[in-house]
Structure formats: C-alpha cells, structure tokens
C-alpha cells in the first residue's frame, strides 16, 4: 500500500487540536496510523493524500505538510534542490520560502543563496523567503501572499526530530482572513457576553460529529446560541443548524450574524439555521424529542470576572449554574437520539493570575449528570494519550493565556 506521511502543525492548543486532527482524520476514508506526535505537531501516515479542503474543516491546525525527504544529517541546499527540482520545471520564476522546526533560523538563511545559484544553474531563477517575526517559521501571511502552496512555488520546512532531519513541504495553510473575518467582521458582537471564537466552535463540533454513527449533514442543536458561533460553524459545513436563546435580542444577534454570513461565505439557504426564544430550564416542544444528532452548546458561564476567585466564591458560582445547567441537560436528554452526542464547554476560573491552576466543576456535579442519563466520554482517544495526557474525567482545556474564565471541554453520549 502507497502511504503519504503528514505533519498536521497544531494552534495555541496543541491537545485539544491534536484531538481535533486525529478524530476527523480517523472518521474519513484512509488508514491513519500515528507516526508521532508533540507539542507543536502531529505526524501521521495515510493510506491516500489529505483531502483538498481537509484545513479549513479544522480549527485548530493551521498548516499541513507532507514529507518529502528525511536525512540523518542536516540537509544540504542540494537536497533542498532534489526536492524542490521535481516541481513543475516548465515555469521558470518560483519562489522559495523555508522554514526550520528546532535548529536555528539563521541556518534557513544561509541555504538561500546556495539555493538561487543552484536554480540559476538549472536555468531558472528563484525568489527565496524566510520567517519574519520571532519563530522559525514563515507566518500563514507569508505563506498565502506568496502563493507558496501552488506550483512552481514551495514552503519547505526542515525539521529536526531526535534521531534526524526532515523536510516537509506545506500543501495546505489555514485560511487566516477567512477565521478573522467570521470572528471579527460580523455585525453583532459583544465581549461581555463572552463571545467563543470561530475555530473553537469547529473544533467543538468536530468533536461531537466524530462520534456520531452516520456521516454527512446532521441536525444540531444550540440551545445557548448567543450571537450564533456554533450555529455559523456548522452551517458552513452543510449541517442543519436548531439555535436557542433564552433572550430575544441574542436570537437577533444570532439572525444578523448569520444573514451576514450567508452574504460573505457559501451556505446553502435550504438548510438556514432555525431559531427561536426559548429558556432552556423549560421542556422544549416535543416534536423535536428524539430528533437531534448532536447538542454543541457554550451555556452561560456566570458573569464576567476582574480578579481571580477564591475557592469558596468559585464554588458558589458552580452551585448556581449547576441549578441551570442541570435542568438544561434533563431538557435537552429526550431531545437527543439514541447514541446522540452532547458537546459542551463549561467554565473553569483561573485560581491564580499567569498560573494554570484552575477552580473546575465539582464531581458530584458530572455525577449528578450521568444520574440523568448521561455518560461521559474521554475526550482524548487511546492512541494520543501517552503524549497528550487525559483528565482524570476526560476533559479538555481551552483558555487563552491570560484569561481568568476557561473553558472545560465535555462529550456526553447518550446513555
Ligand atoms: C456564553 S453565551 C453563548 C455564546 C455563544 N456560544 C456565542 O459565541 O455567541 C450564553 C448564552 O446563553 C443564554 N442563556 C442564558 N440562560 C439561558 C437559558 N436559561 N436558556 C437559554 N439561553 C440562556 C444567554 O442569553 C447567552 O446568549
């Protein structure tokens, strides 16, 4: 069998986008078997090449490479050449960017003019580029402004790994403008209510959909829709989407944010989301019972904080919106089909400021929803875990650097 090797480069949450990578990966049609995995990466060998548009449906990997060559010394501009000398040959101007992983940026530097002279040799003349800014790497500007990921022109990246080098060339590059745009240029929006980014949103629904039974266009529910992030995420993707909110002028925030969308962006107007008012502590209309592939929600995670909580204001906050949520999740359980999926990011409060160290739900709050038919799942699967080590209940994180309120990831399935 003819296998391509991959490095899948992981955003600013390297377990939670590793899962992210592994899950959809596993769920499409090649074999997947894991080369090796770390902080900054995934490396992976597939029975096929990646699927065209597989980046854009991931939120938290921002560039795909396939390896193209592995050296047990540092490879030479030569060998750069080899590899690059195989691309179109009829285009005679291309351009050059190279990235280095763990050995410093100076040595991509010197490999350019070697570079250029070898191109003139072959009769061809190159541009080169390396990294702007504090990294190794090219930034994705670089790399789309450059067009580095069409023929005749190239990003390679030389990677040093513990027994030697390799040199992956980028076939895919994460859509920066298109993630800023669905983040930031959208009519409605409001920090307060703390608004979740875009790619975490594809991130939660990649993760609730890769353990759904059936693949293709699936009916998900958000009944705290806010200002519609999840409901926009998973339209984009062909799923029809059912928004909630318990307060009138969220569900119009949600109406305008996704008229906005499907102005900027292709989604198929057949499957428009559907959205109502609705306080999810109430049963919802029964017709819905039994009709949902998937719940992928960001309730309320209590007000906005300015300092850190001590632990018995934490705890107070817990036992408040576990009076929410629990009557949230008894709504939305007869909602769900057999084997359904709940997805949920719940607060967690940084218990010091730069620490992470953080005030998470109590258990005999989890306890009390598998009592009403839950069961939780690890969200990690097996093959990760010896790098990305599980939570003892099988969450995962997602907080930026300095924020006081995270966000506990959890998968429920239907009991
Ligand atoms: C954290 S926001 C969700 C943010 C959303 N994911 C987004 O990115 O826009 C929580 C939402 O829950 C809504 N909410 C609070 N209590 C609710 C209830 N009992 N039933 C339904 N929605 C509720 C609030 O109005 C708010 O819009």
């Known amino acids: 069998m003819v296998t391509y090797d991959y490095i899948f480069f992981l955003g600013s949450h390297p377990t939670l986008s590793a899962v992210e990578a592994w899950e959809v990966l596993a769920r499409s049609e090649l074999q997947v078997r894991l080369l090796y995995a770390a902080e900054d990466r995934l490396e992976v060998s597939l029975s096929g090449v990646v699927p065209e548009d597989l980046l854009t449906r ?6 795909i490479a396939e390896v193209r060559g592995t050296f047990s010394q540092e490879p030479s501009a030569q060998d750069l050449w080899q590899i690059l000398d195989r691309t179109d040959m009829a285009q005679k101007k291309m351009t050059v960017g190279l990235s280095v992983v763990g050995i410093p940026r100076r040595q991509a530097a010197t490999l350019g003019p070697e570079l250029k002279k070898l191109a003139r040799e072959a009769g061809r003349s190159l541009r080169f580029v390396t990294a702007r800014g504090g990294g190794g790497q ?11 990921t069409r023929a005749p022109n190239r990003e390679l990246s030389i990677i ?3 027994e030697s080098y390799q040199v992956a060339q980028t076939v895919q590059i994460q859509d920066i403008q298109a993630y800023e745009l669905r983040d930031t240029a959208r009519p409605v929006r409001d920090v307060q209510v703390g608004m979740l980014p875009p790619k975490l949103a594809q991130m939660m629904l990649n993760l609730a959909l890769s353990r759904l039974p059936e693949t293709g266009s699936q009916v998900i529910l958000d009944p705290f829709c806010g200002m519609g992030t999840v409901l926009q995420e998973g339209w984009l993707w062909g799923h029809q989407m059912i928004g909630a909110d318990i307060s009138q ?16 962006f292709s989604v198929e107007a057949r499957i428009r989301p559907a959205l109502s008012v609705h306080d ?3 049963a919802i ?9 998937a719940i992928v929600t960001e309730p309320y995670l209590g007000e906005p904080i300015s300092s850190p909580l ?7 906050r817990f036992t408040n919106l576990a009076i929410l949520y629990l009557s949230a999740f008894r709504n939305m359980l007869p909602l769900l089909k057999k084997s359904g999926i ?10 010091e400021r730069r620490r992470d160290d953080w005030h998470t739900l109590p258990q005999s709050f989890l306890d009390s929803v598998t009592d009403l038919g839950y069961s939780l799942e690890q969200l990690v699967p097996e093959e990760l875990q010896t790098v990305y080590p599980p939570t003892a209940r099988g969450s995962l994180k997602y907080a930026r650097p300095d924020a006081l309120v995270g966000r506990e990831l959890f998968r429920w399935s239907k009991a």
Do not use: C
């Not at 709940?342 to 218990?351: G, K, N, T, V």
């Open 342 to 351: 709940l997805l949920m990011a719940l607060p967690a409060y940084r218990a």
């Open 138 to 148: 090219l930034n994705a500007a670089q790399v789309i402004f450059n067009t580095l």
């Open 285 to 293: 209309d029964e017709k819905l019972d039994q009709s949902i592939d």
């Open 58 to 63: 991931l939120g938290g990997s921002n560039r």
């Open 160 to 162: 040093k790994t513990k």
């Open 310 to 316: 001590s632990p018995a204001e934490a705890d107070a």
């Open 280 to 282: 999810i502590q109430q």
């Open 249 to 264: 002028k969220m569900v119009a925030a949600s109406q305008s944010n996704l008229a906005w969308l499907e102005s900027h």
